[in-house]
């Protein structure tokens, strides 16, 4: 039998042997791989190319054509699309017959008509689909799962709103329709839609884009709509979804190219960073099996095995649990990926094909694999090094630290602070990860020296934690490993937590707006004076007794429209701002009170302006822009006031000072403080005179701190409690002849436990004061390039304490009394003196 097949022999009958322990092992290695498995095949699987999604676009058909309003300058490319909707009204174009759009697409073409748009259910709207899904051209748009489909005066609907067969749906100011069908739609189980020939469509708040909605034909043609046929429809006024155009694209790039340097060192330092993480969690399982086995192996050492031999079988244990680890976990992760897209796009999201993306998926596969082996490395080192006449005679063997490695760890974690000092003031974050793990590296391997020296005072502890910190000297090469792997989670968690919480609280610094809170703005664009007073007309209507302020809209004597702006620096960022015009009822809204001294500044002609970095030698300097004539410089007076909140800023000019600049003034805005309701209908009702309407309001910096935080935490929690606990069975193990000599001199049960306890107590405590130390370095480096917007603008630096305390404090903690409760009564053992 060869040697190889011997100890993977070996290996299979001791991991049989100690099932619990193999359990533990293959939990640690495989975790990480079922995850990021789990992961990449779970995005993989949601998103839906635009081949997947051919069927629910088109149904069998060959293309679909979308009208675009009046004056939409429309031009589809294979890389993109652009379009410009012109300075009319919004009214909409003439709409081309079918025979019109067929003539356009050549002889053999059959259309049928759909539409796309929301409808109304009260103070609710869904998504409506306008077509005849009899019509075997919308065969695959959706899949019907009760019932049938609607005919005239008849929906079918998603199951996402709740109707059933028989049941009536209300459209606002429409007859009811009755429901016929549940529908669903392939790829997007959390849809909520109604279906019908004929739906009382509500029209669009805005037009957003002639791929978004609107009313157009599904074509079936007797050649191809290719992308020469595209440019003659476009000018047309129809958007072309086609078949044959889509099918003709390039596959999208691969986004992580291996000749991105920033990719590659990013993707290395994570790496790194996940087999760092796995050796030092499953090197203690390991490690427990090198103490169980130590007999074993000093055996065969005696009959003739070689050092190599000796290695061989630990490192057998560390390819076979690894290697099973890896699969069950690839299995898991592929399986789990694939089964929960359809769950998790019923909260959102979108579902396709269940698809594998082999090529990340087979490289975490041999990760996790490359993550066993090196787990079992040092116990393999141990196991060739260890003296057989010392272990059968029942002895432990000294622990000796390697007199180089305290010197290499320090040049390391140096190393490591320079570069993260260089890496701090570049612009990617990616550089900083890449500092920390020659730091975290470093930490490693000065970890048995930090042992040896934080265990001097233990002669001044009591006599349990006394007992633990000396075990745990004794022993550095066990305890090493479970500390390091407290560092590097811990290091990690805090990382992650200071860079997210400064970004967090940068974004509210740099928060800004030129309203305050609260603050209903309602604008109109390019538009006649008989339009704009019928919106005027339909605001006072829609909202009694609310008091509305005027804002005006400059332009100069050919009618060209044009917006005042001026720039400042607003928390180290550039920012561009829009000048309101307007009078002192404007004003007191934007101040929030009345300023006597703001208001006669208005009112003598000067300009009111809310940053004062934008006002110099009491003038404020403007640019006037516009799309369709040449720009202009505008130096006016200007005083310097308070707004109504500390993030506002803007400006406000008095209508006499624009006019003195040669333009003219026309009202095209409302302001008032006013909340709209939830459910308010104002933007759809306002957008039914013109769609050329805006309806903002001004709802403050309501931004929160990442969640996602707690949810390294819980993270932190498994991997810090598990590699803990580990560690203390190890050492509850190791102690055996301690303990038994304790119970044997009338040792309470109590003690033997709080003995255990400061095992779990010392080694998570130091890892979580190290990591404290390491991650802070690592998250204040992470605040600049994840803060700064650009050279000058100083960083922002905030730590979240009480996620910071739950790391440091709670989860040493949490471990110290999750090993309160392990096992401490053993038989009476004979000491061996």
């Known amino acids: 039998m060869s040697v190889v097949l011997a100890v993977l022999r070996l290996a299979r009958r001791n991991a049989w042997r100690s099932r619990g322990r193999s359990a533990l092992i293959m939990v640690m290695i495989g975790l990480p791989v079922l995850v990021i498995t789990g992961m990449f095949t779970l995005s993989e699987t949601m998103n839906v190319t635009p081949r997947e999604g051919l069927a629910a676009e088109l149904g069998t058909a060959d293309a679909r054509l979308v009208q675009t309003p009046e004056g939409t300058v429309l031009q589809q490319q294979p890389n993109g699309t652009s379009w410009n909707t012109g300075d009319g009204d919004g009214a909409a174009a003439p709409e081309l017959s079918a025979a019109e759009v067929a003539a356009l697409l050549g002889p053999g073409t059959r259309l049928i008509p759909f539409d796309t748009g929301t409808l109304r259910l009260g103070t609710d709207q869904v998504d409506a689909l306008e077509t005849d899904l009899r019509d075997p051209l919308t065969r695959g748009m959706l899949t019907l799962g009760e019932g049938r489909f609607p005919a005239a005066g008849e929906v079918a609907v998603t199951p996402a709103l709740g109707l059933r067969p028989g049941e009536m749906l209300r459209p606002s100011g429409s007859p009811p329709l009755r429901v016929v069908g549940v529908v669903e739609h392939p ?216 007199r180089g490695w305290p010197l290499a760890g320090a040049v390391l974690v140096l190393a490591g602070l320079g570069a993260t000092v260089v890496a701090r003031r570049q612009p990617d974050a990616v550089w900083v990860w890449s500092s920390a793990v020659l730091i975290m590296i470093g930490m490693v391997v000065l970890t048995p020296w930090l042992i040896r020296f934080t265990g001097r005072p233990a002669g001044r502890l009591t006599l349990a934690l006394r007992v633990s910190v000396r075990d745990a000297v004794r022993h550095r090469s066990r305890t090493a490993s479970a500390v390091a ?142 799309t369709s004539a040449p720009a202009r410089q505008l130096i006016v007076p200007a005083v310097v006031a308070t707004p109504a909140e500390e993030y506002q800023g803007g400006a406000l000019l008095p209508r006499t000072l624009v006019e003195r600049a040669d333009f003219t003034t026309a009202e095209r805005q409302l302001y008032a403080m006013h909340r709209l309701p939830a459910g308010s209908t104002l933007p759809r009702d306002l957008a039914e005179v013109t769609y050329r309407v805006t309806v903002a309001a001004e709802e403050g910096y309501n931004n929160m701190p990442d969640p996602g935080l707690w949810g390294w935490l819980v993270g932190a929690l498994v991997l810090v409690v598990g590699g803990t606990l580990a560690a203390t069975r190890l050492a509850a193990a190791d102690m055996r002849p301690e303990r038994a000599t304790m119970t044997a001199i009338g040792a309470p049960p109590g003690t033997m436990r709080l003995v255990v306890a400061g095992q779990a107590l010392y080694i ?70």
């Open 485 to 626: 792997a407290v560092m590097a989670v811990t290091a990690t968690v805090v990382a992650m937590g200071i860079g997210a919480y400064s970004e967090h609280m940068d974004r509210r610094k740099a928060y800004t707006s030129a309203r305050p809170t609260g603050m209903l703005a309602i604008w109109g664009g390019t538009m006649s004076d008989a339009t704009w007073s019928k919106l005027r007309a339909e605001t006072v209507r829609r909202l009694p007794g609310v008091p509305l302020a005027s804002g005006y809209q400059a332009s100069d004597a050919q009618g060209h429209r044009y917006a005042l702006r001026y720039t400042v620096r607003w928390n180290g960022t550039r920012t561009r701002r829009s000048v309101a015009i307007g009078d002192q009822a404007l004003l007191k809204l934007l101040q929030g009170r009345h300023d006597p001294r703001a208001a006669a500044a208005l009112a003598s002609g000067k300009a009111v302006v809310f940053d004062p970095a934008a006002v110099r030698d009491g003038k404020l300097t403007l640019r006037a822009s516009s």
């Open 764 to 833: 998570s405590g130091l890892g979580a004061l190290v990591g404290l130390a390491v991650g802070t370095v690592t998250g204040v480096a992470l605040s600049r390039p994840m803060t700064t917007h650009g050279a000058g603008d100083p960083a922002t630096i905030a730590v979240p304490w009480p996620f910071v305390i739950a790391v440091v404090v709670g989860l040493p903690v949490l471990a110290t009394v999750a090993a309160l409760i392990t096992r401490t009564r053993l038989p009476l053992a004979r000491r061996l003196l």
């Open 187 to 402: 790829h997007r189980p959390s849809l909520r839609e109604v279906v019908g020939p004929d739906l009382p469509l509500a029209p669009p708040d805005a037009f957003r884009g002639p791929d978004m909605q609107g009313p157009g034909w599904l074509a079936r043609t007797a050649k191809p709509v290719s992308w020469s046929d595209v440019p003659a429809l476009n000018r047309a006024g129809l958007y072309v979804t086609s078949r044959t155009a889509l099918l003709a694209l390039p596959p999208a790039p691969d986004r992580l190219s291996p000749l991105n340097v920033r990719h590659t060192i990013g993707l290395g330092a994570m790496v790194i960073m996940v087999v760092l993480e796995t050796v030092l969690l499953a090197g203690p399982a390991f490690a427990v099996g090198l103490r169980r086995r130590r007999r074993e192996l000093a055996e065969i050492a005696a009959q003739g095995g070689s050092a190599g031999h000796l290695r061989m079988i630990v490192l057998a244990d560390g390819l076979l649990l690894g290697g099973a680890a890896t699969l069950v976990a690839t299995v898991l992760g592929i399986a789990t990926g694939a089964l929960g897209a359809p769950v998790v796009a019923r909260w959102g999201g979108q579902v396709g094909p269940a698809d594998v993306p082999w090529t990340p998926v087979l490289s975490v596969a041999a990760l996790g694999l490359i993550a066993g082996i090196a787990a079992a490395l040092v116990p393999a080192v141990q196991a060739a090094r260890q003296d057989p006449a010392t272990v059968l005679a029942g002895r432990a063997p000294a622990a000796a630290d390697r």
